[in-house]
Structure formats: structure tokens, C-alpha cells
């Protein structure tokens, strides 16, 4: 293809390469390199003066470290005239950070040296604070700002936690889904897929699981869960009949795999014969690798939006689908004026 160029951040070099692959393309040269005062420094190392670029890089590891190259990626490429920046962000980082939420929790100490009227003791502190007017920031509106002020003309990204984060941006922001693939996985590697149902581990994820669950033609549950404070979830209640039952939990992320590793205990008490999990983004923090380990999953499957080698070396249930067509499919679609909407509901060939 004319006039377009690929590069790859150092967060997910292996994507990036699948992708240019699929394209018929080579990565674009880039050298990334940091100061002794780790400061990161981006060179372009070919000409991209009226090309059509697309940065590829994904929110994992060293998120912050990450960010920051793509925006000054970005930033290179504009100010060197390419005629488009689109940024390729398989897993949108900062995504939860959405909204401003209550603050959950009891308040265990004031400051001593705060000045508190008699009346207003700890508790009322607690109570004060669990409104949804708290300090919290929206950071995903931020990087949004940071992106579009970096030169980012437009956004690919997938099964961003939000889907009004889009709204987030003045620029386009194609919101690809890893639906196609799950729905595709399911059918070929679960032999009584046709007598499953299809869970949400919480209630936000509803909707994304009876859309799985309408074109398998099958039922679906979900698990109201109430949160302490973030990853610490204090109580499950199963809504739907699990009994005799494979059951799929099917989630956009998982991070240290507190939930989910709950919710597959409460569907095998619930009478489920197998409890599988499928999760788009696979972050697995912190202890989720001895979680799952020690779980009763037959697989855990996620996506390769986030580096998983090193996750499947140490967990033999984590599988992974390449999704990697599909971001290949939305940059040659883009590229060549093409809608993209065909990607929402298929796999690409």
C-alpha cells in the first residue's frame, strides 16, 4: 500500500509486527532510547513527510513510561508532515478512571491537626465522603486531551472499559470489538458450547454478555457484586441458573483477578460443570497468576492487545486469541477510505 507507514512503540513489538505482516508491510524504523535522567527520546528514523502513519502501542507494563513515548511519537511524526497520525491503542490506558465515582469505604482517622466542628466525628467524615462530587480525577479525559494535543488525528482501540470515553475526544475513535473472536474461540474449543451460559461478572458488563449470549442463541447470568474499596470485592450474588451448565465469564479486563476468580467459585457452588473465563484485555497484576492458578478455571482466554507469553509460561490455563487481523483490517480500511463497520460483527478472512 502507497503512502502509509507503520510503527511500533516498545511496549507490544510483537503486535505490531503481526499486524505489518498481515499488511505486507515493514515496521517503520524508530529508535527509542532514554537519558540517564530517564527522560524518553523518540527518533524517527525514515521520512514520513505526507504519509499516512500509524503508531502502534499498547497501555501495559510500564504504562506511564508507554504513554509518554506514544505522545512524543506522535508528536514527531506531526511536526515532520506526516498528512495523518493515527494511533493504534489496542488497550486504552487509564480506562477506568472514567468517572468521577463515590468514594467507598470507612474513613479509619482524621488528621490530628484538622479542625473539626463537635459534631462532625469520623463517621461523619465517611458519610461525607461517599457522594459522587469526590476529588477524584477523570484521568481517561486526560489522556484523551494529551493525545489530541500530542497531533493525533484519529484513534483505533479495542473494547475500551467505557464506551463514552469516545466521547472523551473532538477527533474519530473507532472502538473495534473483540466479540467476532470470542464468539469464534467458543464454537471451536468448547464441544458443548450449544448448552452453555454466558455470565458478567458485574453488572456493567450486562450488556456485552447478552450480545454474546443472543448470537449463541443461549442463556446469560450475572453476579452483582459490591466493592469495599478498588480490587477488593466484599460480596457476590448469582442472578440467572448456572445448574448443570458449562459456564462462560466473559469480562472486557482483568487485572489482579480478584472477581473473577470469586465469581467462578460461586457458579461451581451454584451447580456449574465447567467455568470458563474470557477477558479482552489480560492485564494479570500483582497475585492474578497464583489466583488463577490456584482457581478452578478450565482456561482463562485472553487477548494478545497485552503481551501474554510470559503470563502463559507461568499459567497453563491462559490461552490466547490473536486479534491482530483485526487491527490490520481497521488500518487498511482506514487507509484506503473504507468503513469499518464490518469489523464490529466479523473476523476478518
Not at 499486524?19 to 515496521?27: H, P
Not at 477523570?138 to 500530542?150: R, Y
Not at 483505533?156 to 463514552?164: V, W
Amino acid at each position: 500500500m502507497p503512502n502509509i507507514k507503520v510503527f511500533s512503540g516498545t511496549s507490544h513489538p510483537d503486535l505490531a509486527q503481526k499486524i505489518v505482516d498481515r499488511l505486507g508491510l515493514e515496521l517503520g524504523k524508530v529508535v527509542t532510547k532514554k537519558f540517564s535522567n530517564l527522560e524518553t527520546c523518540v527518533e524517527i528514523g525514515e521520512s514520513v513527510r505526507g504519509e499516512d502513519v500509524y503508531i502502534v502501542q499498547s497501555g501495559s507494563g510500564e504504562i506511564n513510561d508507554n504513554l509518554m513515548e506514544l505522545l512524543i511519537m506522535i508528536n514527531a511524526c506531526k511536526i515532520a508532515s506526516a498528512s495523518r497520525v493515527t494511533a493504534v491503542i489496542p488497550c486504552f490506558p487509564y480506562a477506568r478512571q472514567d468517572k468521577k465515582d463515590k468514594v467507598r469505604g470507612e474513613v479509619t482517622s482524621v488528621p490530628t491537626n484538622s479542625v473539626k466542628p463537635p459534631e462532625f466525628n469520623d463517621n461523619t467524615l465517611a458519610r461525607s465522603l461517599a457522594i459522587p462530587h469526590s476529588r477524584a480525577p477523570i484521568s481517561a479525559k486526560l489522556v484523551a486531551n494529551m493525545l489530541s494535543v500530542a497531533g493525533a488525528d484519529h484513534i483505533i482501540t479495542m473494547d475500551l472499559h467505557a464506551s463514552q470515553i469516545q466521547g472523551f475526544f473532538d477527533i474519530p475513535v473507532d472502538n473495534l470489538y473483540a466479540e467476532p473472536a470470542v464468539l469464534k474461540w467458543i464454537k471451536e474449543n468448547i464441544p458443548e458450547w450449544r448448552n452453555c451460559i454466558i455470565v458478567s461478572p458485574d453488572a456493567g458488563g450486562a450488556k456485552r454478555v447478552t450480545s454474546i449470549a443472543d448470537h449463541l442463541n443461549v442463556e446469560f447470568a450475572l453476579i452483582h457484586k459490591e466493592r469495599k474499596k478498588a480490587n477488593e470485592v466484599a460480596s457476590m450474588v448469582l442472578v440467572g441458573d448456572v445448574k448443570d451448565r458449562v459456564a462462560i465469564l466473559v469480562d472486557d479486563m482483568a487485572d489482579t483477578c480478584g472477581t473473577i476468580c470469586h465469581a467462578a467459585e460461586k457458579l461451581l457452588e451454584a451447580g456449574a460443570t465447567r467455568v470458563y473465563a474470557i477477558l479482552t484485555h489480560g492485564i494479570f497484576s500483582g497475585p492474578a497468576i497464583s489466583r488463577i492458578n490456584n482457581a478452578c478455571f478450565e482456561a482463562v482466554v485472553v487477548t494478545n492487545t497485552i503481551p501474554q507469553e510470559q503470563h502463559m509460561k507461568e499459567c497453563s490455563k491462559v490461552q490466547c486469541i490473536d486479534i491482530s487481523m483485526m487491527l490490520a483490517e481497521a488500518i487498511r480500511r482506514t487507509h484506503n477510505g473504507e468503513s469499518i463497520s464490518y469489523l464490529f460483527s466479523h473476523m476478518p478472512m
